[in-house]
T-cell receptor, first 108, second 114 residues
C-alpha cells in the first residue's frame, strides 16, 4: 500500500534550535517525495522536492530508502518557520498522497 | 498573472441547499484536483481530472460531484448540503505526467452548513 506517515501532530521548539520533521513512506518502487507548507492565512505551497536536492529557506530533506524516510531538517529554527508542514508521495498515477501534517511552532 | 482562483472564499448555508464551489486556473495546467481539509488539517483528495471531460473520484468518498467542460474550470457541486459537509475545500492544479507532484493550490473555500 502507498502511504505517508507523519508521526508528530505538533512539534514545538525554541528559536535557534534545530528542527526535524519526520516523514516515513510506504511505496514499492522509486519514490518521488515532496514537502508542502501552509503558513497561517496563506495557501498551501510547495517547499521542496527530493529530486531537486535543494535547500529552501534553510530547510533540507534527504531521501533514505533504507529507512523509507524523508525527514525535513533545519539547523536553526526561526519564528517565521511556524506553519503546517505536509509530506507527500507521488503515487503511480502521478497524484499526491499527503501525510496528516505536522504543525511546527517556533517559540521566541 | 498565472493563478488559481476559488469562489466564494467563505460560505454559510442551510441544510438541503444546492451549492457550487468554483475553481478556475490560468496556469495552463491539464490536471486539477479538489481536496477536503478537515479540522485536524488533514488533506484528503476527493476528485481529480486529467483534462477536459475527464473526472475521477479520489481516495475520500464524497457526495459531491465535479465537471470539467473547460480546461481552466473545475467546479464542485453539492446537490444537498449537510452539516457533515462543513470543511475547507482546496482546489489545485498541476502539469501532467512526472511533474504532477508540483501542485499549485488555490486559497480555499471554507464551507459551513448549518
Amino acid at each position: 500500500a502507498q502511504r505517508v506517515t507523519q508521526p508528530e501532530k505538533l512539534l514545538s521548539v525554541f528559536k535557534g534550535a534545530p528542527v526535524e520533521l519526520k516523514c516515513n513512506y510506504s511505496y514499492s518502487g522509486s519514490p518521488e517525495l515532496f514537502w508542502y507548507v501552509q503558513y497561517s492565512r496563506q495557501r498551501l505551497q510547495l517547499l521542496l522536492r527530493h529530486i531537486s536536492r535543494e535547500s529552501i529557506k534553510g530547510f533540507t530533506a534527504d531521501l533514505n530508502k533504507g529507512e523509507t524516510s524523508f525527514h525535513l531538517k533545519k539547523p536553526f529554527a526561526q519564528e517565521e518557520d511556524s506553519a503546517m508542514y505536509y509530506c507527500a508521495l507521488m503515487d503511480s498515477s502521478y497524484k499526491l498522497i499527503f501525510g496528516s501534517g505536522t504543525r511546527l511552532l517556533v517559540r521566541p | 498573472e498565472a493563478d488559481i482562483y476559488q469562489t466564494p472564499r467563505y460560505l454559510v448555508i442551510g441544510t438541503g441547499k444546492k451549492i457550487t464551489l468554483e475553481c478556475s486556473q490560468t496556469m495552463g495546467h491539464d490536471k486539477m484536483y479538489w481536496y477536503q481539509q478537515d479540522p485536524g488539517m488533514e488533506l484528503h483528495l476527493i476528485h481529480y481530472s486529467y483534462g477536459v471531460n475527464s473526472t475521477e473520484k479520489g481516495d475520500l468518498s464524497s457526495e459531491s460531484t465535479v465537471s470539467r467542460i473547460r480546461t481552466e474550470h473545475f467546479p464542485l457541486t453539492l446537490e444537498s448540503a449537510r452539516p457533515s459537509h462543513t470543511s475547507q475545500y482546496l482546489c489545485a492544479s498541476s502539469p501532467s505526467g512526472l511533474a504532477g507532484g508540483l501542485q499549485f493550490f488555490g486559497p480555499g473555500t471554507r464551507l459551513t452548513v448549518l
